[in-house]
């Protein structure tokens, strides 16, 4: 049996993510929005929306240009999660969830630097990372296929997709049928394997994930 967890990043979008939200309150699935600070200061209601209809709000950096862990500048990393927390205010999780950017979903020591995860642990993070990337933005017509082949590979399968203006998310409500059709189960909770930081203390193998840049 496959459990499928689904996760937005880089949004929100004023068009898309109300979509999504839509073709989410349809199957009753729960989900997380790792949202961008640049993009919540302006559109933080549709933060608020996707909260009330009990998903999860996450943070994703602030402006999504540079994984943290090719920033060699001091504070940098720190400023990238701390102005969107503050954006996120009231919206976020007791567990504060923070997902790196990863520069086409590639896990390696890109992800963070020192500075950041040193932060993320002093201030109680929780560390959310992912095991499945169907590439939605490059695929937006043919991501279905590929997040199924993805996701029943897994036993536990956390998925990135995008609520983008690419038109990806057209298909979301034929993925969502096709894997339950499959017997996946949809949850919310992430798998273990992707959560190397949990409320500050390190519960996996983050060391990975960090920059050798001094």
Known sequence: MTVITLSF???????VTPQVLDTLRRHNLKAT???LGEKLRD??????????????????????????????EKGVAIA????????????????????PFGGGG????????LEAVGYLQSEGYTCVLWN??????????GWVARALDLCFALDEALVVLHDLPTG???HLDRFIGAALDRGAIFRQEFPASCVPIECGRRIGPIELYI????
């Open 9 to 15: 990043d880089n949004g929100p979008d004023p068009d």
């Open 33 to 35: 929005f790792f949202v």
């Open 43 to 72: 559109r933080r209601f549709l933060a608020e929306r996707a909260h009330a209809e009990g998903h999860w709000i996450g943070n994703h950096t602030y402006n999504h240009l540079v994984p943290l862990g090719m920033t060699t």
């Open 80 to 99: 990238e999660i701390d102005r969107t927390q503050a954006l996120i205010g009231d919206l976020a999780h007791e567990r504060r969830f923070f997902r």
């Open 106 to 113: 590639v896990l390696d020591r890109r992800l963070l630097n």
């Open 132 to 141: 499945v990337v169907p590439e939605d933005w490059l695929y937006p017509q």
């Open 168 to 170: 990806a998310m057209h």
């Open 211 to 214: 920059s050798e840049i001094v």
